[in-house]
């Protein structure tokens, strides 16, 4: 993948923007194998997460953002690293639109949900549980990479209800764990602490049954 930026663009706007957490969920991703599985990515943005899992073998990849100008920008990126558009497509997606059960029904299709930098405002972490616990199917797994500096994530208040809304539903909890901290660089170097939150849908087969593994590994190297 390669990732450029255009000297004559004007002020990028914050969907448009690559956050840190992107970045390292996008690091990861390159160092796993999704040969033979399907991604949904939620609010994608620049898109680089879920086309790195495309590039990294993915059969078939979704990306997504409540904005329709988010989703032709995705596909954009998608069209400059070749990525074909019958393995990867964009659609407009709200994570607040939880009764929609046509689009609870298509995106419980996945193996995998991906997400970075998304837990940026108070009263996002609540909706986007909810959210992630009705699209992922029975052995799913999601991995969510956000980054944590004051005032700015909402990592805890997220777990808390993603541990929640298992215990309200007929499905079962889901396993949550948290990995990191890990050391994230900005542009003028100063570092700040990201977490990867690992989630997965206890069912009869685990679709990535490596995942945990392999984001500890990941964390370790990062860490040194």
């Known amino acids: 993948m390669e990732i450029r930026k255009n000297p004559n663009a004007g002020p990028y706007p914050y969907w448009a923007f690559i956050w840190p957490g992107a970045f390292k969920l996008t690091d990861l991703i390159s160092q796993l194998d999704f040969t033979g599985k399907t ?3 939620i609010g994608s943005a620049s ?4 086309i790195a899992a495309a590039l ?12 329709p100008i988010g989703v032709r920008y995705e596909l954009v990126n998608a069209d400059l690293n070749k990525v074909p558009r019958s393995v990867l497509d964009a659609r407009v997606v709200d994570w607040n639109d939880i ?5 609870i029904r298509q995106l419980r299709e996945y193996d995998i949900i991906i997400a970075s930098d998304i837990l940026y405002e108070k009263g996002v972490a609540k909706p986007l549980a909810r959210f992630l616990y009705r699209i992922m199917k029975p052995g799913a797994t999601g991995i969510i990479a956000d980054t944590a500096t004051s005032g700015y994530s909402f990592i805890a208040k997220f777990i ?3 541990e929640a809304v298992g215990q309200e539903q007929q499905e079962g909890v889901l396993l949550v764990k948290s990995h990191g901290p890990l050391k994230c660089f900005t542009g003028n170097r100063s570092h700040i602490q990201m977490y990867f939150v690992e989630v997965t849908k206890p069912g009869a087969e685990i679709t990535f049954p490596n995942a945990s593994k392999a984001i500890e590994d990941f964390v370790k190297a990062c860490q040194q």
Do not use: R, W
Request: net charge negative.
């Open 39 to 41: 991604v949904f990515e």
């Open 47 to 50: 898109g680089i997460c879920g």
């Open 56 to 67: 990294c073998g993915a059969t078939k990849v979704l990306l997504s953002d409540y904005l």
């Open 99 to 103: 009764d929609n059960e046509e689009l």
């Open 160 to 162: 808390k209800h993603l």
